[in-house]
């Protein structure tokens, strides 16, 4: 071949920069001399064969197009650009995998501590539902009365961790202020619970923690308590105290002998004690698993002596706490409009001042309400008529408060008044209760006739000839003895059907609906 891309003459040396596979020029030729002689330069511009060579004389390949090297050089830079964005996302992903995972965990702690302030809930709740709080409740005990029965149950537990139920700062903490009831150690799940007090309603506050005490759930609800009937009211008498019989005194149902049972709720040694010639004509019940009875004289109990066989299965020891009342006479008050003036012979709806000692002597007539104010001191005396109820003021004060029926007493209920302006519908309907008077020693040594209606108080001494029938119960709420000790039978004649006005029998707080909230 001729040319560069072809073969040269043989003994030709290969022209540096030819494109041919042999350009070759032979040794000691000198080049062409049309091509030597060039005018556009002094060297070499043809080699051999023709073809162009490039400036200085030298054979060079044919350069890249400007074109190629402007891709390559744009490909460089979008590889980096890639590797960039690649890198930053990845760094992106590796930030946004730790963040889920340290809110996974907060979420986690957060779960932990809400389960642990419901669990700390459910406690209190279970606690609150199995108390019973003493007859006497009111807003100015509830706090120390719910302290004392909760500490019955959970003093010297593991839960309290050494602490004792108390009110501290107008709450019970349980376990304490600062303290916390552990309740799984693997996860240091735990709660604490503040108690307090909105009129008769406990607000309960539980506070949850897990791991990091830091981390916190709270949750609120309120709890109120439930009302109800009670067993008490199946007794002719029930007495917090010891029950004392002696002389000729008999307690007799009088149309059924066992509405004449009695039943007796003191810790004394002696829950029941008859002497003379006594008896009670119903059974006899107390809490008191291990006291004794003390029998002396020609006694019996349903109608057996304590020889026979038989005694034994009227007589209950160790029964169940039944729920004693508490009272409530403000549904009475707005009936009170008279204020207590002395001499007079007839009282229509009477509000007695504190520390005005009435006494009600000689034929004296008393309608509606009498609702008596303390301290006081209040006798009656001679023949007294009572058409309505007798009742003590809430929250009663002083120490020494006195009632005393010394003549003959003829008392009838609340609906047995005239139907007209002076005694409203509203108020002939209170009916079931003869007297309510918490906070007074009630005696009586005269005959009282029939009462229509339940008696509670502190406590009751009847002696003399003290006798009739009351339609109810006779309740003492104090532990201090209930005394018989008269010549006339006392009779307890129809029972309570149903709960009597002005009573109540709180039973276990259970919570208020719609009050739950969720609290820091």
């Known amino acids: 071949m001729n040319r560069c891309g072809g073969e040269a003459d043989k003994g030709a040396s290969r022209q540096p920069g030819c494109p041919g596979k042999a350009c070759r020029i032979k040794a000691g030729k000198t080049m062409d001399a049309k091509l030597a002689n060039s005018p556009r330069t002094k060297t070499p511009t043809m080699c051999p064969h023709g073809d162009a060579l490039p400036a200085g004389g030298i054979h060079r390949r044919k350069a890249k197009s400007h074109r190629g090297s402007s891709r390559?050089?744009?490909?460089?830079?979008?590889?980096?650009?890639?590797?960039?964005?690649?890198?930053?996302?990845?760094?992106?992903?590796?930030?946004a995998t730790e963040m889920s995972a340290q809110i996974a965990a907060n979420q986690r702690r957060l779960d932990l501590a809400r389960s642990a302030a419901d669990s700390g809930m459910s406690f209190i709740r279970y606690q609150l539902g199995a108390m019973n709080l003493p007859a006497g409740t009111n807003s100015s005990n509830l706090l120390s009365n719910v302290a004392t029965q909760l500490g019955v149950t959970l003093n010297g537990t593991a839960n309290m961790g050494g602490s004792t139920v108390a009110v501290s700062n107008n709450a019970i903490y349980l376990p304490s202020q600062a303290g916390w009831v552990t309740l799984d150690s693997n996860f240091n799940t735990k709660f604490q619970i503040a108690i307090t007090q909105s009129g008769n309603n406990l607000v309960v506050t539980c506070h949850g923690a897990s791991q990091v005490a830091s981390v916190l759930k709270g949750v609120q609800l309120q709890y109120q308590p439930s009302t109800g009937n009670s067993s008490i009211l199946?007794?002719?008498?029930?007495?917090?105290?010891?029950?004392?019989?002696?002389?000729?005194?008999?307690?007799?149902?009088?149309?059924?002998?066992?509405?004449?049972?009695?039943?007796?709720?003191?810790?004394?040694?002696?829950?029941?004690?008859?002497?003379?010639?006594?008896?009670?004509?119903?059974?006899?019940?107390?809490?008191n698993a291990v006291g004794s009875l003390s029998m002396s004289g020609n006694v019996t109990i349903a109608g057996y002596t304590p020889s026979q066989a038989q005694f034994s299965q009227h007589v209950h020891k160790g029964i169940p706490m039944p729920v004693f009342p508490t009272v409530?006479?403000?549904?009475?008050?707005?009936?009170?409009?008279?204020?207590?003036?002395?001499?007079?012979?007839?009282?229509?709806?009477?509000?007695?001042?504190?520390?005005?000692?009435?006494?009600?002597?000689?034929?004296?007539?008393?309608?509606?309400?009498?609702?008596?104010?303390?301290?006081?001191?209040?006798?009656?005396?001679?023949?007294?008529?009572?058409?309505?109820?007798?009742?003590?003021?809430?929250?009663p004060t002083g120490n020494s408060n006195r009632m005393t029926f010394s003549g003959n007493v003829s008392a009838t209920a609340m609906n047995t008044l005239p139907a007209n302006s002076t005694f409203p519908a509203a108020e002939r309907a209170l009916i079931g209760s003869f007297l309510l008077a918490p906070s007074f020693a009630v005696s009586f040594s005269g005959n009282f006739g029939t009462i229509g209606g339940s008696l509670v108080a502190d406590s009751f001494t009847f002696s003399g000839n003290a006798g009739g029938t009351v339609n109810g119960s006779v309740i003492a709420l104090k532990d201090v003895p209930f005394t018989a000790s008269g010549n006339s039978p006392f009779e307890i004649g129809t029972p309570v059907t149903t709960t009597p006005a002005g009573i109540t029998f709180p039973g276990p707080y259970a919570p208020v609906p719609g009050t739950y909230l969720e609290v820091h």
């Open 72 to 95: 390559a050089g744009i490909a460089s830079l979008l590889a980096m650009l890639f590797l960039v964005l690649i890198a930053t996302l990845a760094v992106g992903l590796i930030a």
């Open 234 to 287: 199946n007794y002719g008498i029930a007495a917090h105290g010891p029950i004392v019989v002696s002389g000729n005194a008999t307690i007799v149902g009088a149309s059924n002998p066992a509405q004449g049972s009695v039943f007796s709720a003191t810790a004394q040694a002696a829950p029941l004690t008859m002497s003379g010639n006594v008896s009670i004509s119903g059974d006899f019940s107390d809490t």
């Open 328 to 395: 409530d006479t403000s549904v009475y008050l707005p009936y009170a409009t008279n204020t207590y003036v002395a001499g007079r012979s007839s009282y229509i709806n009477t509000i007695v001042p504190p520390n005005t000692n009435p006494s009600f002597s000689g034929n004296v007539t008393v309608q509606g309400v009498l609702y008596i104010q303390t301290p006081n001191t209040v006798t009656f005396s001679g023949n007294t008529t009572i058409q309505g109820a007798i009742v003590v003021e809430n929250n």
